[in-house]
């Protein structure tokens, strides 16, 4: 395997073409929740129009992940994030030119920006970062939760002045800052095939599915929150505002798990306990939540910080359970396909189940039950051990 060891000048413009990578992962699709309202009334959405919205990017990471590996071992990582960035800046001006079909096909084209830039940022940090894979991804990690919670606070004031289309519009400065970063790492390598070769067999190992399970089902529950957390609170008793100033906290703790987690996971020999503990953080905020909802800001808080602890989890073990950036590449495909399909299907099935239940006691002790798998997958993804070159069970 061929390993880039670049100088560190060069290794820090490279760091710092990730971290712009990565602050465009998010941000394009938060962004939106904040101006929904101002679509459905200018466009006449219903409910279930605005919620493509939502759902098309993660159906759109979920059925082109796989494809990320592919792309990248015909033009090179280099490039394939290049064509990203380029998808989600031409994504962002589409959706922003005001009819429906623009609003929904560029949706779907920056979801596939964001697939390809999910998928291949931990086959390039197994790369080029290979002894400090956990901190990296901490470190990208809090950068996409940054950008996206101030893309989320600053696009409705933005809207107010320059309308959602205008506001939506002025998000692809991300975008472009990122192009013009990144433009030095396509001529300093070329194009590898043999670098990213084709990974199939990751999908044969056991390891595999059990670092995929461990991102999917934490995707599963994050997106659940993320979706339903301001009605679970209204139920109980807070006000919308308090509600809505709670759901950015949640976030915000997400993004700032990477200051700790990478730096501790680093020094670890394995992570299963590190897997575990925040599982069990998850478990404990829903248990908060259920019994002792006038404490939310604690448990929405612990949430916060354990979801976004498992991402950088899931995403450091595409690195960590791997032999190269070819089955990086081709793991971080599978988990991201398989989570995003979660993730789409979390927030309409628990809604379901929420109707029918005439309640929320259900949905969250079905999540809090889906922490303890997670817990448990987490004893087996944690272990110090590599998936098969040959797929075979691990």
């Not at 962002?92 to 920006?113: D, E």
């Not at 929405?300 to 359970?321: E, H, P, Q, Y």
């Not at 993730?343 to 029918?356: N, Y």
């Not at 929320?360 to 110090?384: K, Q, S, Y």
Request: charged residues 10%.
């Amino acid at each position: 395997m061929l390993r880039h060891r670049p100088l560190p000048a060069r290794a820090a413009l490279l760091l710092a073409g990730i971290l712009l990578i990565a602050a465009n992962l998010r941000a394009p699709i938060t962004g939106v929740a904040p101006v929904l309202a101002m679509i459905q009334a200018s466009l006449g959405l219903g409910t279930a129009q605005a919620g493509l919205v939502t759902t098309l990017p993660l159906l759109a990471f979920a059925l082109l992940s796989p494809v990320a590996p592919v792309l990248a071992r015909r033009i090179g990582l280099e490039r394939a994030l290049f064509t990203a960035l380029v998808l989600i800046g031409g994504g962002v001006a589409l959706r922003s030119a005001g009819p429906l079909g623009c609003l929904y096909g560029g949706t779907a084209v920056i979801g596939a920006g964001i697939a390809l830039g999910n998928v291949l940022l931990p086959s390039l940090l197994k790369r080029d970062f290979p002894a400090r894979i956990a901190s990296v991804t901490s470190a990208y990690a809090l950068t996409m939760g940054v950008a996206a919670a101030v893309a989320s606070a600053t696009v409705f004031p933005l809207a107010t002045h320059l309308g959602w289309s205008g506001a939506l519009a002025a998000i692809v400065v991300l975008p472009l800052v990122a192009l013009v970063t990144w433009l030095p790492q396509l001529a300093r390598h070329s194009v590898a095939p043999a670098a990213v070769a084709p990974g199939r067999p990751v999908w044969r190992s056991a390891l595999a599915w059990q670092v995929t399970l461990f991102m999917g089902l934490n995707s599963f529950i994050y997106y659940v929150m993320i979706g339903w957390l301001p009605s679970v609170l209204t139920s109980s008793g807070h006000s919308a505002a308090e509600a809505g100033s709670l759901h950015g906290v949640m976030q915000l703790a997400s993004a700032f798990s990477g200051l700790l987690v990478g730096p501790v996971v680093q020094r670890m020999k394995d992570q299963r306990a590190a897997a575990v503990g925040v599982s069990l953080l998850l478990s404990a905020a829903l248990l908060g939540l259920m019994l002792e909802p006038a404490w939310a800001l604690l448990w929405v808080a612990c949430f916060g910080f354990g979801s976004g602890a498992c991402l950088i989890l899931s995403l450091s073990f595409m690195g960590l359970r791997t032999h190269g950036p070819a089955q990086a590449a081709a793991l971080s495909g599978m988990a991201q396909s398989v989570g995003y399909l979660l993730a789409a299907s979390g927030p309409p099935l628990v809604g379901l189940l929420r109707d029918m239940s005439k309640g929320w006691g259900v949905p969250l002790v079905l999540c809090l039950a889906l922490t303890l798998v997670i817990a448990w997958l987490g004893t087996l993804a944690g272990r110090d051990i590599r998936v098969p070159d040959g797929g075979s069970q691990g």
